[in-house]
C-alpha cells in the first residue's frame, strides 16, 4: 500500500523532475561534526537531531547515531551483527525509522529493522540479498529498497512480503541513501566509481525512484566535490526539505569527522 500526500512533497519531486546538468546549487550551511562518524551510509533529520547510519569497518559494527545542532554526538546505537553489520540508506517515516543491515558484499542478506529515535532497532524481517537502502512510503505505506548499487529496486509489506521486483536498468550512478516523497517517489543520491587519465574519480547524481512501478523517472549529475578527499556530494547520505522559498539538500559525504553540508536550488512548481 502506497501514501501520497502533502504539497511540500509534490514541490520537492517537481524540482527534482526538472533537474538538469545545468541547475545551479549553492553551499548555503555546514555542521562540521565533532566526532568519529566513520563510514556513514544513510541520514535523516527528526525534529532538531540528525540520525545518521554508519558502519566502522575495522570493527565491523553498525551503528545509528544521533547528532544535534551543534555537530556533538549525542547517542550512539548498535544496529545488526557480526554477520550483517552494514546498515544502509535509511528513512523515516515519521514515527520509526526504517534500517537495513547487511552483510557487507553484494548478492548476500540483510535484516531488516524499524526504530523509534531514541529507542532500539526492532527486528522485523529478514531479506536473501543485500539491501543498500530502504524507507516507508508513508506512516501506513510498504517499504521500498535496493540492492547493492542499486541494481535491483524491491518492494515489500511491512512485515516482509515480497510485492514487486525490478532489474535497474540504468548504470548511471549507485544510489545510497533515500528519502520518501510523499509523491509516490523516492528521491535518491549516489554515487559510481569512474576511471579518469590520472586516476580514479566519482560522478555523483540525484534521481527520482517511482514506488508504485519501481521505475527511475528522473536522474541527473550532482556537481559538487569535496576538497581535500576529491569526493562528490551525494557519497552516500542523503535527505532534502523545503524552507526559505528552496530546495535545501543536505549531504554527508566524507568519513569520519566530516561535515553535514547543505546545498539550496531554486524551487520549481512552488504552491501559491
Given at each position: 500500500?502506497?501514501?501520497?500526500?502533502?504539497?511540500?512533497?509534490?514541490?520537492?519531486?517537481?524540482?527534482?523532475?526538472?533537474?538538469?546538468?545545468?541547475?545551479?546549487?549553492?553551499?548555503?550551511?555546514?555542521?562540521?561534526?565533532?566526532f568519529?562518524?566513520y563510514?556513514p551510509?544513510?541520514?535523516?533529520?527528526?525534529?532538531?537531531?540528525?540520525?545518521?547510519?554508519?558502519?566502522?569497518?575495522?570493527?565491523?559494527?553498525?551503528?545509528?547515531?544521533?547528532?544535534?545542532?551543534?555537530?556533538?554526538?549525542?547517542?550512539?546505537?548498535?544496529?545488526?551483527?557480526?554477520?550483517?553489520?552494514?546498515?544502509?540508506?535509511?528513512?523515516?517515516?515519521g514515527?520509526?525509522?526504517?534500517?537495513?543491515?547487511?552483510e557487507?558484499?553484494?548478492?548476500?542478506?540483510?535484516?531488516i529493522?524499524?526504530?523509534?529515535?531514541?529507542g532500539?532497532?526492532?527486528?522485523?524481517?529478514?531479506?536473501?540479498?543485500?539491501?543498500?537502502?530502504?524507507?516507508?512510503?508513508?506512516?501506513?505505506?510498504?517499504?521500498?529498497?535496493?540492492?547493492?548499487?542499486?541494481?535491483?529496486?524491491?518492494?515489500?509489506?511491512?512485515?516482509?512480503?515480497?510485492?514487486a521486483?525490478?532489474?535497474?536498468?540504468?548504470?548511471?550512478?549507485?544510489?545510497?541513501?533515500c528519502?520518501?516523497?510523499?509523491?509516490?517517489?523516492?528521491?535518491?543520491?549516489?554515487?559510481?566509481?569512474?576511471?579518469?587519465?590520472?586516476?580514479?574519480?566519482?560522478?555523483?547524481?540525484?534521481?527520482l525512484?517511482?514506488?508504485?512501478?519501481?521505475?527511475?523517472?528522473?536522474?541527473?549529475?550532482?556537481?559538487?566535490?569535496?576538497?581535500?578527499?576529491?569526493?562528490?556530494?551525494?557519497?552516500?547520505?542523503?535527505?532534502?526539505?523545503?524552507?526559505?522559498?528552496?530546495?535545501i539538500?543536505?549531504?554527508?559525504?566524507?568519513?569520519?569527522?566530516?561535515?553535514?553540508?547543505?546545498?539550496?536550488?531554486?524551487?520549481?512548481?512552488?504552491?501559491?
Amino acid at each position: 500500500m502506497l501514501h501520497h500526500d502533502t504539497r511540500t512533497g509534490f514541490t520537492i519531486a517537481d524540482t527534482v523532475a526538472s533537474f538538469t546538468r545545468s541547475t545551479p546549487w549553492e553551499l548555503v550551511d555546514e555542521l562540521p561534526l565533532k566526532f568519529d562518524a566513520y563510514h556513514p551510509q544513510g541520514m535523516a533529520r527528526v525534529g532538531s537531531t540528525w540520525w545518521v547510519s554508519t558502519v566502522d569497518i575495522d570493527k565491523r559494527r553498525g551503528l545509528v547515531l544521533a547528532i544535534d545542532g551543534d555537530g556533538q554526538l549525542v547517542e550512539q546505537i548498535p544496529v545488526g551483527d557480526g554477520l550483517r553489520y552494514h546498515p544502509g540508506g535509511m528513512d523515516f517515516d515519521g514515527d520509526a525509522l526504517w534500517i537495513a543491515s547487511a552483510e557487507y558484499r553484494p548478492n548476500s542478506s540483510a535484516t531488516i529493522y524499524r526504530m523509534t529515535p531514541g529507542g532500539q532497532p526492532e527486528h522485523v524481517f529478514e531479506v536473501d540479498d543485500h539491501v543498500g537502502a530502504i524507507a516507508r512510503c508513508g506512516r501506513s505505506g510498504d517499504l521500498v529498497g535496493w540492492s547493492w548499487g542499486s541494481r535491483r529496486f524491491y518492494r515489500w509489506s511491512v512485515d516482509g512480503e515480497l510485492l514487486a521486483a525490478a532489474v535497474n536498468p540504468a548504470f548511471f550512478v549507485d544510489h545510497q541513501d533515500c528519502q520518501w516523497l510523499k509523491t509516490g517517489h523516492l528521491l535518491c543520491g549516489g554515487v559510481a566509481e569512474v576511471s579518469l587519465v590520472d586516476g580514479p574519480g566519482w560522478l555523483g547524481g540525484i534521481g527520482l525512484l517511482r514506488a508504485e512501478d519501481l521505475v527511475m523517472t528522473r536522474e541527473v549529475p550532482f556537481p559538487k566535490y569535496q576538497v581535500g578527499t576529491g569526493r562528490v556530494g551525494t557519497h552516500n547520505p542523503i535527505w532534502s526539505e523545503v524552507r526559505d522559498g528552496r530546495l535545501i539538500v543536505h549531504l554527508l559525504p566524507n568519513d569520519g569527522h566530516g561535515a553535514i553540508l547543505s546545498y539550496a536550488t531554486p524551487l520549481v512548481g512552488r504552491p501559491s
